[in-house]
């Protein structure tokens, strides 16, 4: 059964930096294209990152880039988010999400099966 544990968020202050972690289980992680979506209440789930091993590729949002990484640990089967220079515009639901390989049609999640079940962050200006 394939199964995704985002954590990490939090609370932290405009400037600053947080790393979410999404666990995966029932897959390996180089075997799957994973995706990181972020939602604020009413509005679109939006696609903030991509990385797959089987593509080579990584994608972000131009509203992250040079601000989020994304990376992944092979051995602890996760996938990581670090954010940096964080803005109040990046508070939302972060959710992580597992597939084949999308290459640059990534960012529409409803062509993602499997979802984690989110991690809130909040950026306080």
């Known amino acids: 059964e394939v199964q995704l544990q985002a954590s990490g968020g939090g609370l932290v202050q405009a400037g600053g930096s947080l790393k979410l972690s999404c666990v995966v289980s029932g897959f390996a992680v180089d075997d799957y294209a994973v995706a990181w979506f972020r939602q604020v209440p009413g509005e679109e789930r939006e696609g903030v990152s991509y990385i797959s091993a089987i593509d080579g590729k990584k994608y972000y949002s131009s509203s992250v880039k040079g601000r989020f990484t994304v990376s992944s640990d092979n051995a602890k089967n996760t996938v990581y988010l670090q954010m940096t220079n964080l803005q109040t515009e990046d508070t939302a639901v972060y959710y992580c999400?597992?597939?084949?390989?999308?290459?640059?049609?990534?960012?529409?999640?409803?062509?993602?099966?499997?979802w984690g079940q989110g991690t809130l962050v909040t950026v306080s200006s």
């Open positions: 999400a597992a597939d084949v390989p999308y290459g640059d049609q990534w960012s529409y999640p409803i062509l993602w099966t499997y």
